[in-house]
């Protein structure tokens, strides 16, 4: 899952391949750095936001295919970066049509440019709508990108590892704790007359990979937050005092981060908790279930689900490609939301240890805004 690149001066027509596992081929133009990465091919459906989707660290591994057909329009911008270090995390990059002109008032370099910079695989030219069927018929799996030829490739994605058994989030967790207390600010809109909320609980975040604005959104409901490296023990956490505990998005296979289960476990009951994608297969695990990996699993921002308290219909932000086995849930754990579109577990919540959690990513960045009331729902178990 490693690139190579060249300096920042690239040329254009270079031909390259994406090669998956299973032998098929794909054609197209080299973008970006240059060299070869491996990782495992997934697609997201998402039609804006290619520099959230880029710096997501749950896509670290993963080589993106955007199923959107035109994507580097806009450019690109430190300000949107969804990495707390504002660098992308894909293994590599896979696109249709790349625009080689960025047209917006806050695009600060080119798409390519920025690829180049951060030393990110990337191809152009991809039959995307084919790319994307096949996985679909056939499933996430392992590929290659490069210049080299399509034998050299095909060995390539055949030696990479694969995502099942594979703990991702110590590239991701940061080395030591911080705080973070910056706010959506620009990325919101305030009702008339609304005013900043002033911190009235303490709230440690473990981070996995976590994506900025989950961050931002805690602020803004109110949180004095400070972020933890998913390695620090329960013992640990407990002692920076805090009155509700978050549990972030990440990669990688939940069933690989045992740590983080052993942790999640030894906290369960002594504080309201929150968790979000890997946050929430990970708490399932704790609480005695088991997850499995989906066949092509859920990206994109329109992915629907379903309240079952309630009825109602959220569209939602997604990227996971493991799933919590509802079948495997113990007594006193509530499933409180499903996918739509496979009946999937989308959340899940324990009165008794007060904890809840989901799927989806409330904080969208990119996406709807349907599901941002879950932060105050957090705050609410801590009143």
């Excluded at 001066?9 to 098929?24: F, N, P, Q, W």
């Excluded at 590892?161 to 959506?184: C, H, I, W």
């Excluded at 983080?260 to 929150?274: D, H, N, S």
Aim: contains cysteine.
């Amino acid at each position: 899952m490693d690139a190579t690149n060249t300096p920042n001066h690239v040329s254009r027509g270079e031909r390259a391949y994406l090669v998956l596992a299973d032998g098929t081929i794909f054609e197209g133009e080299a973008f970006g750095a240059r060299g070869t990465t491996t990782g495992e091919a997934v697609f997201t459906t998402t039609m804006t936001g290619y520099q959230e989707v880029l710096t997501d660290p749950s896509y670290a591994g993963q080589l993106v295919v955007m199923t959107a057909p035109e994507i580097g329009n806009v450019g690109v911008n430190a300000a949107d970066a969804e990495s707390v270090d504002g660098k992308p995390h894909v293994a590599g990059f896979i696109l249709r049509d790349s625009s080689p002109v960025a047209s917006n008032w806050r695009s600060e370099q080119t798409l390519e440019a920025y690829l180049v910079e951060h030393g990110i695989v990337a191809i152009s030219g991809v039959d995307t709508r084919r790319l994307t069927r096949h996985l679909r018929d056939n499933g996430s799996q392992n590929a290659a990108i490069g210049t080299a030829s399509p034998e050299e490739l095909l060995k390539l994605a055949k030696d990479a590892p694969d995502m099942s058994g594979l703990d991702l989030v110590q590239r991701v967790t940061p080395k030591a704790p911080y705080t973070f207390n910056e706010g959506r600010g620009a990325w919101r809109i305030a009702a008339p007359g609304e005013a900043p909320r002033e911190p009235s609980h303490h709230v440690v975040a473990i981070d996995y990979g976590v994506k900025k604005n989950i961050l931002r959104c805690l602020v803004d409901a109110g949180f004095r937050v400070t972020v933890v490296p998913a390695s620090m023990s329960a013992e640990d956490i407990l002692a920076l005092n805090p009155d509700g505990i978050f549990l972030s998005n990440g990669p990688g296979d939940p069933a690989a981060v045992g740590y983080a289960v052993e942790t999640i476990r030894a906290l369960l009951g002594k504080k309201p908790m929150f968790g979000i994608c890997l946050g929430h297969q990970l708490t399932a695990i704790a609480l005695g279930g088991k997850t499995y990996k989906l066949k092509f699993g859920h990206r994109g921002a329109n992915q629907p689900v379903k309240d079952l308290a309630t009825g109602r219909i959220e569209i939602t932000t997604q990227n996971h490609g493991f799933c919590v086995d509802l079948n495997s849930l113990p007594a006193g754990v509530e499933s409180t939301h499903i996918h739509l579109n496979d009946g999937t577990s989308e959340g899940l919540s324990h009165k008794d240890l007060k904890v809840f959690t989901v799927q989806y990513h409330p904080e969208a960045a990119a996406g709807p805004h349907d599901s941002l009331y879950l932060f105050d729902r957090f705050k609410s178990m801590m009143q």
